[in-house]
């Protein structure tokens, strides 16, 4: 089996490395592929703390403690790499973030990367870039997509959440694949570009790389957006409506399947805070462990109420319904009582990890608090969806 040699910018806590590792397994697995795996030559991140779990978790990789405009051309041309996995920051192309692109100092680093591309010899083979929705109309795009015409490569967009891999959680995220035309390289030719697809497939397990254009705001889209928007409403028909259709899908698992123990002693430190419950009941997204759902896990889960990832119903008695209803005629001792009555949680690090297709094997040092844990997994990114599109870049193609 060939073995790439990949250099993994803005490396986190090793998101893309896990779907390098199991992409290689894949394929090994499926006799019919290429049979290419990949070793990460170089992981480079400049968040301390990301630092720690990644070298707690891949203690042989060479991890540079190191900002990534900061390393020369030739340092980068030493390492001999073949493929460029990476995540720039998503910051300035969130919606609410003020989407200055470009003119962002944070897309410094990723400027100074995209104009080394041009001058690596030989050019790396392949590109994996994740991205925020919001990054294909950004101009860092459109540079992106110039740069990458120009020096030959072949690329493929798509946006994938993970519900259409079967896994209970939203998390639309825009993908680019690129591989190197092996025809000419020095070829400038349109022709290069394949589909340039914004593929949302929600209702597909497979994610389908080739899947024609759907329309520009899908439901699930409209939930993507809720995702860092602060809901001060209650649900309408419409969300409620929603909820249920993919509480139906049978293509997507049961959130039941990424939880821990439910005896374990510590969960209680996990309990939603009787000033969150009184507060903020009627905003947060409730779901109970035989849902086919969740909304986005983001950074500021555990520390933010709106918006910032799913509650779980513990006790299963109770109808939430019935407590909701009548809320507003308890007083609020009484109405603490009831909410408290449906055992409301957050996901523990640990479950949040599982949905995100990290692998057991995966952990954090024991330092790493908790609100930290949180952090470092709302930035990363889902590895089976990164698992497929690596696994289709290596093999398909
Ligand atoms: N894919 C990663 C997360 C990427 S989030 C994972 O699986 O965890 C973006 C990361 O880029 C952050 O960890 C941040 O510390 C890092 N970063 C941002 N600007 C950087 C720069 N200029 N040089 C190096 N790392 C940078």
Same mark, same amino acid.
């Given at each position: 089996m060939e073995t790439l040699r990949v250099l993994e910018l803005y490396s986190g806590i090793g998101g893309m490395h896990y779907a390098l590792k199991h992409s290689s397994k894949a394929s090994a697995k499926s006799h019919s592929e290429s049979g290419i795996s990949g070793q990460v030559v170089a992981a480079i991140d400049i968040n301390t703390t990301a630092n720690q779990v990644y070298r707690h978790n891949f203690p042989g990789t060479p991890l540079w403690n190191r900002t990534i405009e900061g390393i020369s051309l030739d340092e980068f041309q030493n390492l001999?790499?073949?493929?460029?996995?990476?995540?720039?920051? =998503?910051?300035?192309?969130?919606?609410?973030?003020?989407?200055?692109?470009?003119?962002?100092?944070?897309?410094?680093?990723?400027?100074?990367?995209?104009?080394?591309?041009?001058?690596?010899?030989?050019?790396?083979?392949?590109i994996l870039l994740e991205n925020?929705?919001?990054?294909?109309?950004?101009?860092?795009?459109?540079?992106?997509?110039?740069?990458?015409?120009?020096?030959?490569?072949?690329?493929?967009?798509?946006?994938?959440?993970?519900?259409?891999?079967?896994?209970?959680?939203?998390?639309?995220?825009?993908?680019?694949?690129?591989?190197?035309?092996?025809?000419?390289?020095?070829?400038?030719?349109?022709?290069?570009?394949?589909?340039?697809?914004?593929?949302?497939?929600?209702?597909?397990?497979?994610?389908?790389?080739?899947?024609?254009?759907?329309?520009?705001?899908?439901?699930?889209?409209?939930?993507?957006?809720?995702?860092?928007?602060?809901?001060?409403?209650?649900?309408?028909?419409?969300?409620?409506?929603?909820?249920?259709?993919?509480?139906?899908?049978?293509?997507?698992?049961?959130?039941?399947?990424?939880?821990e123990p439910q005896e374990n002693d510590d969960m209680?430190?996990?309990?939603?805070?009787?000033?969150?419950?009184?507060?903020?009941?009627?905003?947060?997204?409730?779901?109970?462990?035989? =849902?086919?759902?969740?909304? =986005?896990?983001?950074?500021?889960?555990?520390?933010?109420?709106?918006?910032?990832?799913s509650i779980l119903q513990c006790d299963l008695e109770t109808e939430i319904e019935s407590v909701f209803k009548n809320l507003d005629q308890f007083s609020e001792e009484e109405k603490l009582q009831q909410l408290q009555g449906l055992k409301l949680r957050y996901f523990t690090p640990r479950e949040v990890a599982n949905i995100m297709g990290f692998p057991k094997s995966f952990s954090f040092p024991d330092q790493i608090p908790t609100r930290q844990r949180y952090k470092l997994l709302g930035n990363s990114l889902n590895v089976v969806v990164v698992t497929r599109l690596l696994h289709q870049l290596l093999s398909k193609w």
């Open positions: 001999q790499f073949d493929m460029i996995l990476m995540s720039p920051p =998503c910051q300035p192309f969130t919606r609410l973030g003020r989407q200055r692109g470009i003119a962002d100092p944070r897309t410094k680093s990723f400027l100074y990367i995209l104009n080394l591309l041009p001058r690596l010899s030989p050019l790396p083979r392949f925020v929705k919001g990054f294909e109309s950004s101009s860092v795009r459109q540079y992106f997509v110039q740069i990458l015409m120009e020096c030959g490569y072949i690329f493929q967009e798509v946006m994938v959440s993970p519900t259409s891999v079967g896994i209970p959680n939203s998390r639309l995220r825009y993908f680019l694949m690129a591989k190197i035309s092996t025809e000419s390289i020095c070829s400038k030719s349109k022709d290069l570009q394949m589909s340039l697809l914004p593929a949302e497939t929600e209702s597909s397990v497979e994610p389908s790389l080739s899947s024609p254009q759907k329309p520009v705001t899908s439901s699930l889209e409209k939930e993507e957006e809720m995702e860092d928007r602060v809901l001060y409403k209650l649900e309408t028909t419409n969300d409620a409506q929603r909820k249920l259709n993919q509480n139906r899908n049978l293509s997507i698992r049961q959130i039941q399947d990424f939880l209680d430190q996990y309990l939603v805070p009787s000033y969150v419950l009184l507060r903020y009941a009627l905003i947060l997204d409730i779901v109970k462990p035989i =849902c086919r759902r969740s909304i =986005c896990f983001t950074k500021g889960y555990g520390r933010y109420v709106e918006g910032t990832g």
